[in-house]
């Protein structure tokens, strides 16, 4: 692996599986997955500080730039769910799935994480396993953060890969263009009920052990749903009329803490909360253990 020279942990989460990361994971930094069977040895997902080498291929958990650092220069089979392989594809796929538009955008990403299109990038199949003699990679349809947003599951070892789903205290991200707030929570949903024995994240949490745990911090992540909900009325009771008048104004962001793009992202998920019917929001975990 490269490492650009920072210290690097392989974090051994099964018999088949190590983590790869650097001291560093919160974006753009990243922690990805190596995965190896007797008949093969896949990567999920690549970083800034960790590109997996000595492997036969990328299985990516979706299209964004901080996952896939190195993957199409590697010259390496490369993986991705349908709904996000568009933009995995071409400049134009990325940027209309993501809505980053602006030629900035287009400069910081091909150089601080040397995007390059996939062209020859091809579709994985949820549910379907990839076997890899001995030990299978198992992709689940976790929408949302991108609409081919998926988690990976490997047997035997019980290890189930989060992607996007990060277990931070920030909360689920769905600032996209393509991001959907209602598939974010079906998601959230369906994800509590994968029976795993480690669960892991690209960034932030990392690695949990149990369900119990896993659960607990799934539960204080998914909150956050509501908590912006909750702030967005709050916004409107005070007068604010619309996303473009409440960005800025911490829904999302603290003022003053957000990244460079995080304006435009806070505006759409905003846009996303005016319009949704509040009534499936994610519940605060004491209500959810008091059910
Ligand atoms: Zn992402
Ligand atoms: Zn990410």
Partial sequence: MTSGGRSLDIVRLGPHVEQWHADHRAYP???PLVVTGREGRMAIDSSLDVVPTDHDGFLLSHFHEDH???VAASGLPVLVHADDLSAVRSWQGFADASGYTDPAWHELVTTQFSWRAMTRA????PGRPIDLGGVTVTPVHLPGHTPGHCGFLV???HVLYLGDIDLSSFGPYYGDAT???????ASLRAVREIDAQVYTTFHHRGHVVGRAAFETALDRHAVMIRARHERVQALLDAGHLDADDMTGRGVVYRPGTRPPWGLEGERRMIELHLS???SDLPAPPHEQDDA
């Fill in 179 to 185: 991001a959907s707030l209602v598939d974010t929570i």
């Fill in 29 to 31: 930094s990243g922690a």
């Fill in 155 to 157: 047997e035997p070892d």
């Fill in 68 to 70: 896939v650092v190195g």
């Fill in 276 to 278: 949704h019917d509040p």
């Fill in 122 to 125: 091809e579709t994985l199949t």
